[in-house]
Nanobody, 133 residues
Framework: QIQLVESGGGSVQVGGSLRLSCVVS????STWSTHYFAWFRQAPGK???????????????YYAASVKGRFTISENNRQNTLFLEMNSLKSEDTAMYYC???????????????????????WGQGTQVTVSS
């Protein structure tokens, strides 16, 4: 069973930037292209929501409307690491951020399920991001 470990969270001011990392153990570069990845977040009083998704096979990226243009999801398959670059941070970005992974495709297009939790087989423990004014 693979393990996901997030890091890079912290406290920043509104307008600041932060880069989150998710190290994936139990896989290697030769199998990286079979995986789908996503970043989710959960703020106090809110449901867990998808922030960004990445299909490693074709490098297609998906973003929630609330973060589009500010966040960027990327990968380094040689290092088995997923990243989330966050810029122009807002107070509403405050949340626990989780990376998630799925190995293998589904009959339904990634476009349809990237932002839903059930398809992802592995989850990290989360890293806290706090944005203050």
């Amino acid at each position: 069973q693979i393990q996901l470990v997030e890091s890079g969270g912290g406290s920043v001011q509104v307008g600041g930037s932060l880069r989150l990392s998710c190290v994936v153990s139990g896989t290697k570069w030769s199998t990286w292209s079979t995986h789908y990845f996503a970043w989710f977040r959960q703020a106090p009083g809110k449901e867990r929501e998808a922030v960004a998704g990445l299909s490693t096979g074709d490098s297609v990226q998906y973003y929630a409307a609330s973060v589009k243009g500010r966040f960027t999801i990327s990968e380094n398959n040689r290092q088995n690491t997923l990243f989330l670059e966050m810029n122009s941070l807002k107070s509403e970005d405050t949340a626990m951020y989780y990376c998630a992974a799925r190995e293998g495709a589904l009959p339904t297009s990634f476009t349809r399920w990237w932002s839903t939790s059930p398809p992802y087989q592995n989850w990290g423990q989360g890293t806290q991001v706090t944005v203050s004014s």
